[in-house]
């Protein structure tokens, strides 16, 4: 199944099975917006219920934040992480506070999916991912779906908890075909960073997107006769580096890559957390982290083909950390 | 109701007028009672706060309501504890108004586990569900939207409860406001917006931020019914709100209450508004010339001067209650470390639905 249905299944999943979940956002009537995500789910399930709405980003959100406190499971949708941006008072300041505030008697589950859209020259205000933003809020759990499976399970998982959760899903992932169990009702705070490959020779930590980059490029190196860990972090708030420290323990050797610019993005808050966790002699070669260099989305095609990291880039990366013993 | 379009709030805004004894001919004694008493609660709970806030005991931010007393006691009469309100940074009138003890608002200013809030949100962070107030907060403007997804919750939920967003003048500048009425009117939500026009946003007349004062003229806008009041009359706060909820209820949509009236204490903090500026200071005087509480005393004398000895009682049982509510509140005990770090993420999975 692929990424892009597998979502659908999730959200057919919820509605079917728990009255108290709503969908609303812009565009969820029209696969330009959502992709075929939520192909026909208000037709299913009733315009009542798989809300399209006004142009007004912040209100929705609001919105789905005061019916998650009247006893709603509301998945607010974003087309973009970027127009979500409108709604950050709502998410920042309510959503990821009201439980605190109110001596932990207020819970928001609500649910802020957004998608991240980029590349065909749609610049800098239809690129961002902004993941390592959110990470930063006590009160949000965020989670970052990289396989199909993820990206039913996760939905599901972020849809049933009892906490505000944000869910970042990449259209660049939506074809992405593998196999995907039954959606079942899962605990997100049960849930963490998994090792999607196993490896001796260096570990390759990736999040949404730039796991399938890890994975395509650790399929290239093992041609090479490199051995790569990957290591998919799928929850990065609150973030647990234990599964990431224990395959650094064995590999001596860090890459992370993320689809977001690096400066105080995940990639740093994973090296240092696996340097404090192990030490400082925990690597044998510095770390490296793959990202976007620090500007905007650019929109001439050649200026965007070489914004965004490939899977060629990877390997030149771990071939040079290799060098070292 | 008046044309805004082409009054404005007139006569409204003045603190000459409207300072007439209000008028109860035909209204329950029981009821004007009942509300005097909560108006008369709020009002010493407020005076009791600012006396805390003066002598440093409460350190907490505190928005006083004094001189708006009968916007809160008014609505909140036309209410039941399964309509779901929202307030702002200066709600300590809708949390009492809703009928929540005063002890959790006193305990809670004070910052103690067992107010409201469990000591985690002073005076700007007040909620008492069971009483129909779901939150109040101090960012301008956020819980309208949350105000209208509560109301898309009750429209979900089927039966004839509404949501409730209290708001200040200074509230319908912020973008939310609007985008709010939109959703509410193009999504047919039952709501009531409670906007308490006291004519300054901290510091700032509205002239000073406002082409025009009537904050009605946005529910024009919005196709949304509404109704312009003196917020200083309890019983023309209440039959406005009776008569604007009896079509929110019904035919589930929104609706605007704009309630004109003063605050009598600075934006923030015990002071009186002695230091904003030569307007405010010329105007107190004659604004408490139009208190709401001592109006609607005039107006009960004036029917029946009896009703003294009940207004009295009133008076004493209320400060009693809260005599013996911040004896309370001072010696319970501040909430417990550990709940800093343990309040940030529910602990359960428990999904409401069928799963």
Same mark, same amino acid.
């Given at each position: ?325 | ?243 604007? &909820? !009896?079509?929110? #209820? @019904? %035919? ?5 209450? +704009? =309630? ?50 009940? &207004? !009295?009682?009133? #008076? @004493? %049982? ?5 005599? +013996? =509510? ?30």
């Amino acid at each position: 199944m692929e990424y892009g249905e597998a979502i659908r299944t999730g959200f057919h999943y919820l509605l079917e099975s728990d009255r108290s979940v709503i969908v609303i956002g812009q565009g969820l009537w029209s696969p330009w917006y959502v992709g075929d995500t939520m192909r026909d789910l208000e037709k299913e399930f009733g315009t009542d219920r798989v809300i399209d709405t006004p142009v007004s980003e912040l209100a929705c959100t609001g919105a789905g934040v005061g019916a998650a406190l009247c006893g709603y499971r509301p998945i607010v949708t974003h087309p973009r992480v970027d127009f979500a941006l409108l709604a950050t008072d709502q998410m920042v300041n309510q959503a990821a506070k009201w439980n605190s505030m109110f001596g932990g008697t207020s819970p928001v589950p609500v649910v802020f999916r957004m998608i991240v859209n980029r590349g065909g020259e749609q610049g800098a205000q239809h690129s961002q991912s902004l993941y390592s933003w959110f990470a930063h809020i006590p009160g949000l759990r965020v989670v970052v779906p990289a396989t199909p499976q993820d990206a039913q399970d996760l939905l599901v998982a972020a849809t049933l908890s009892d906490d505000p959760v944000v869910y970042i899903d990449d259209r660049w992932l939506y074809d992405w075909d593998q196999a995907v169990t039954a959606p079942r009702a899962i605990n997100l705070a049960s849930q963490g960073p998994l090792v999607l490959r196993h490896g001796t020779d260096i570990t390759l930590v990736g999040l949404s997107w730039t796991t399938r980059l890890l994975m395509d490029a650790a399929n290239l190196l093992q041609t090479e006769g490199l051995s790569c860990e990957v290591v998919d972090l799928r929850v990065i708030n609150p973030f647990d580096a234990s599964v990431v420290a224990q395959s650094v323990s064995k590999t001596k050797r860090l890459l992370v890559a993320e689809g977001d610019w690096v400066t105080c993005g995940v990639g740093a808050e994973v090296i240092t957390r696996v340097i404090e966790e192990l030490g400082p002699h925990a690597l044998s070669v510095a770390p490296k982290r793959v990202g976007l260099v620090d500007a905007p989305a650019p929109t001439s095609k050649p200026l965007e083909n070489n914004y965004y990291p490939k899977v060629q880039d990877i390997v030149k990366h771990v071939n040079e950390m290799m060098k070292w013993q | 109701m008046r044309d805004p379009e082409y009054e404005g709030l007139g006569t409204l805004r003045s603190p000459e007028e409207h300072r007439t004894p209000v008028v109860t001919t035909g209204f329950d004694e029981q009821l004007l009672l009942r509300w005097h008493r909560a108006m008369v609660l709020i009002r010493r709970a407020e005076e009791v706060i600012a006396e805390m806030i003066e002598s440093g005991e409460v350190r907490c931010p505190c928005h006083l309501g004094i001189g708006q007393e009968a916007v809160a006691v008014g609505v909140a009469s036309e209410l039941t504890s399964s309509d779901r309100c929202f307030g702002a940074h200066r709600s300590h009138s809708h949390y009492l108004a809703l009928g929540a003890p005063v002890e959790g608002l006193l305990a809670e200013v004070l910052g103690r586990s067992t107010g409201c809030s469990g000591g985690f949100g002073g005076s700007m962070h007040l909620k008492a569900p069971e009483f129909g107030l779901v939150g109040t907060v101090p960012i301008v403007g956020a819980t309208i939207p949350i105000a209208v997804g509560a109301a898309l919750a009750l429209k979900l939920d089927g039966g004839n409860f509404v949501a409730v967003s209290f708001l200040g003048d200074g509230a319908t500048e912020e973008g939310v406001f609007h985008e709010s009425l939109n959703l509410a009117a193009s999504m047919r939500l039952p709501v009531l917006f409670v906007i308490e026009n006291n004519l300054y946003a901290s510091h700032l007349h509205i002239d000073y931020r406002q082409p025009g004062d009537a904050l009605v003229r946005y529910a024009d806008a919005h196709h949304v019914v509404r109704e312009l009041v003196d917020g200083n009359n309890v019983v023309e706060v209440a039959q406005a709100t009776k008569r604007l &909820l !009896a079509t929110v #209820r @019904s %035919e589930r949509r929104p609706a605007v209450l +704009e =309630a004109v009236t003063y605050r009598w204490r600075g934006h923030v903090g015990h002071r009186e508004d002695v230091d904003v500026g030569v307007e405010r200071r010329d105007n107190l005087p004659s604004w408490k010339q139009r208190d709401p509480i001592a109006r609607l005393e005039q107006g009960m004398l004036s029917l029946n001067p009896q009703i003294e000895n009940q &207004l !009295a009682k009133n #008076r @004493s %049982e209320v400060d009693l209650e809260i005599i +013996e =509510a911040l004896s309370r509140a001072r010696a319970a005990p501040y909430p417990n470390e550990s709940a800093v770090i343990a309040s940030v993420y529910s602990t359960s999975v428990n999904s409401k639905g069928s799963v």
